[in-house]
């Protein structure tokens, strides 16, 4: 059938504008993500034929963190919104506090098939992203930093370092420059990563808050190396600035599907979420923006050639070097510590 967008209202307009009536489409579902130019790929790549393919309608509105809107919807009992796109660990503590559907996985064989690790019993992995070491090869024109324990050797490799205000990644990278193992992060030794923070805090030059401001450090020359998001780094190389990254010791995280408990049209959302994972789907994502498909089987279709499946953070390859984000344990009552400790940490 068809998509109906309306990017940028937000939830008080969501049901006042957007929606077909019953007469319009026999089955619809509203569905929510961060507008902009993903979801504008999304609509090409995924929503469009999953639409086309279910004969159902499927209506959009973007906001940027979906969370608050979330919990007034399912707790007024009478939800607008069908599925969401948001960040892993919303849809797991949405579980844990009863605003997500518990996901009945024998309806959606897509999910299913993929692994234990990228799906949870209240969501499906939808898209990934990374954070990763990047740096000026202006400064590294050769002998570049490749690890974490490389970030923090102030001596070996001199330059202007920033780190995101957040802990998020942050405390992950921490662990692996102090020699945890990517594979072995979880549960998070707090207190060591904390430690290892402080000793790289005298020699962090900006505390970067948003992924606009952390691609304008590199492409400005500002910094030497970051921690920043694969996308935003091969971003403003294509735009020609001379910066790279490396995927080891990245942090693979992701958004994922989930559907709000109580759901308009819960049965449609099912169908919809299933799709939305199909593996050739998926696949056509990373052909419109620089993400990576939640589905690993999207690398079997052949529709991503080798040379774009080597730049994505979730190709197999990429991926074994990495760190897999636990979402578990970052809604788990010791990450909702971390995170509140971050405050101290960065107000020292």
Known sequence: ????????????????????????????????????????????????????????????????????????????????WDVVDTPTGNCLRGGEQGLMEKLDFSKIPNGAAMPEAYRSPYSVSYEFYSSVLSYSQKTFPKDAPNSWADFWDVKKFPGRRALR????????????????????????????AFKK?????????????????????????????????????????????KVAFTYNQGILQSTSLCILKGAPNLDTAVKFLNEAVDPVHQANLPLNIDYGPGNPKAFETGVINPERAAQLPSEPANASKQALMSYAWWSSPAGEAAEKRWASFMQK
Not at 21 to 44: M, P, R, W
């Open 165 to 192: 205000n957040h802990p998020f990644a942050t405390l992950e990278a921490a662990l692996m420059a102090d020699g945890v193992a990517p594979d072995k992060l979880y549960p998070l030794d707090v207190d060591r």
């Open 1 to 80: 059938m068809m998509t109906k967008r309306n990017f940028g209202l937000g939830c008080a307009l969501v049901g006042a504008m957007g929606l077909t009536t019953s007469a319009d489409a026999a089955e619809q579902i509203t569905f929510v993500s961060q507008g902009g130019a993903y979801q504008q790929a999304q609509t090409v790549a995924i929503l469009d034929p999953s639409a086309k393919k279910l004969g159902i309608t499927i209506n959009q509105d973007s906001i940027p963190d979906a969370w608050p809107a979330i919990k007034t919807q399912v707790g007024s009992g009478k939800p607008i």
């Open 197 to 241: 923070l402080e000793e790289i805090k005298p020699h962090i030059t900006v505390w970067w808050t948003s992924g606009a401001q952390s691609a304008q450090l590199l492409n400005d020359g500002e910094v030497d190396m970051e921690m920043a998001w694969n996308g935003r780094v091969s971003a403003v190389a294509k735009e020609g600035a």
